[in-house]
Structure formats: C-alpha cells, structure tokens
C-alpha cells in the first residue's frame, strides 16, 4: 500500500503521524511510505530520516494526498486537506467529529473512509489510541493552569503548591478517566489541595486508594459541583463521553462563583468543551476571560510537547496502521471489532452512532457499511 504523511498545518501543531522508526516499519511490511517534506522538522526528524528509513519525500501536501491510498495524520483534516480526499482513500487521524460538522460534512462528501484514533477501543476496555494524548494533556493542564495563575498571565497570583505558612492553591478536576487521573497526579506532586469529582462509585475509589487519601473524591452531584468550582483556584474539565459532544457541566452561573482571576482549563474542548463558556483557542493565543475566570481552551495541548507525544502516539497508532496496510480496510476492519470503533465515515455514510445523533445524520453501522461501501 501507499502510505502518506503530510506535515501539520493547524496553528502551532507540531506533531506528525509517522515517525521515521514508524515509517522504517511499515517499508520492512513491503509498503511504500511517502513524507512531506519538513513533516517531521518540529520532533526533530529532519527529511534525511526518514530517508534513511526507505520513505520518499514529497514536495508538499497536494502530492502526498494524490498519490497515497492511505493518509496518516494527527489532528483532524483541514479544509484544504479535506479537499484533497477521494472516494475509497483511507484517512487514518484524531477527528472529534460530534463537535465539528463542518468536517462532517465535508468527509461525508469526500466519500473517503475516515478512521478516528479516538474512537478505536481495546480489548480490556478504554480508548487506547486515546489514552497515550489524554495523560499528556491531562499532565499539562497543570503546567498550563498554574501558569494562567500567574498575576502576569491575567491569574490571581496563586502558588499551587503554597509555602510554609501560606496554603496551597485549591485545584478541582472534573471526571476521573485518563485526564484526570494525570491531572491530580501532577497537581499532588505540586503540592496542591486537589479535589476530583466523577460519576462512577468504581473511579472515584481507585483514585482514593492510588493516591492513599491525599486526593479528596467526591460524587458529582450538580449542588455539590458548583460548590467546589466556586472555592477553586483552578478547575480542569476532564470529561469524557467517547465519540459524542462533551456536557456542559460548569455554567456561565457557576462561574460567577469563582474569584476573579481563577482558571479553568478545558481538556475536552476538542469535543465542545465540558464549561458553558468554552471556545478554542490555541498555543499562540491560549487565553481569554469570562466572568473574570481565565479559560485556557487549546484544542491540541500535546502539540505543545510534539516530541514526546508523537512517539507516545505512535506506540499506539502503528499497529493498526500495520494492519491496514497490511490487510486492506475491509479485512482489517472485518477481522477487528476494535479497529472497526473507530471507523466514523465510509463512502458518503456516517459509522459512529454518537456522531450521528448529534450531528443529525443517519447511522450505518460500520458491519452494514463495509459490505456496500
């Protein structure tokens, strides 16, 4: 097969959806890999890497796009890529469609057959091509909030970690999965008073008994969800509904709740956001104030760390690359109900019922799908 790998164009995105190694891997299964060139200039990997992995360089986008049976990517196609798609070509990328329809639709009518990172389960549960970019973003949420809490950066000058004498800042997450659990991980290891709130009775203990009591759990129950927003310095939404637009959990209401110069940081801001008040923002630009709360909404934190979460990106995306390549997307898909979850649109019909609901289309399941696309 004819593997591509264009460079990243959304702002500040440094990642890239091959690795040199990755690419060396496929070349040894007999696939002809295609690079832009510069793809891997933010991590490092200079053209000459690649080379010396048996992968072609490209002179841009356009040339990767039509000579490539299957595209691999790292943040959802924009709209000069998703211009380029063609019917039966595989597009292989994080795509967050439930908060996107313009991507929708645009997919939908490439006739492309578009296989979503974030949606691919595993056998013991989870999202595990998910998960490598959750626990990147779930431990910078912390870096990013307790610099937003900076006087400097528009925060109320809060330590999170205090000093003797002094208390340590009050940091809340809400939702208790990947994210979450990376996020008080570096908010206890700051030292900071960190409260998660979560749904699930089984969460919320795994969380007591992993950190010994140093992190408070409670069930989140609305009134008691705008009472810990309300005395935080810094709230991270780290809410999660696979494939489906997040829920706005904290009001415009509860914010007015908060002191001036707090923080809240949106985690699943790719998916909507889980506050009312939530927009997307980026590296270049990552803040901006409602209620006087600074909200940090950047919608591809792990890019701000493009090296270490492309290779821990890459851990989990290859072998189901491999697997395409290797088998061609009707066996591969056929052959693995997991890969097959993250099948979202195929041929003009959208595959994941989350996306449907929400975005107001009809649902194909991806069994039917494959035997008529």
Known sequence: MQIGC????KTHEYRVGLTPES????VAHGHAVLIETGAGAGIGAPDTAYIAAGAQIAADAAEVFARSEMVVKVKEPQANERAMLRPG????????????????????????????YETVTGPGGGLPLLKPMSQVAGRMSIQAGATALEKAHGGRGT?????????PGRVVVIGGGVV????????????????????????????????????????SARALLKAEVAAA???IGAVLIPGAAAPKLVTRDMLRGMADGAVVVDVAIDQGGCFETSRPTTHSDPTYVVEGVVHYCVANMPGGVARTSTYALNNATLPHALALADHGL???????????A??????GMVTYEAVARDLGYAYHPPEEALKVA
């Open 6 to 9: 264009p460079k990243e164009i």
């Open 23 to 26: 690419a060396a891997e496929l």
């Open 89 to 116: 070509q595989i597009l292989y990328t994080y795509l967050h469609l439930a908060a996107d329809p313009e991507q929708t639709r645009d997919l939908v009518n490439s006739g492309a057959a578009c296989v979503a």
């Open 159 to 167: 330590l999170l970690g205090g000093v003797p004498g002094v208390a």
């Open 180 to 219: 979450g659990f990376n996020a008080a991980q570096m908010a206890v290891g700051l030292g900071a008073e960190v409260t998660v709130l979560d749904r699930s009775a089984d969460v919320l203990e795994r969380i007591d008994t992993h950190f010994n009591g140093r992190v408070r759990t409670l069930h």
């Open 233 to 235: 310095d810094l709230v």
């Open 330 to 340: 009707s066996v591969a898909l056929t052959r693995d109900p997991h890969l097959r």
């Open 342 to 347: 993250g099948l979202n649109v195929l041929g």
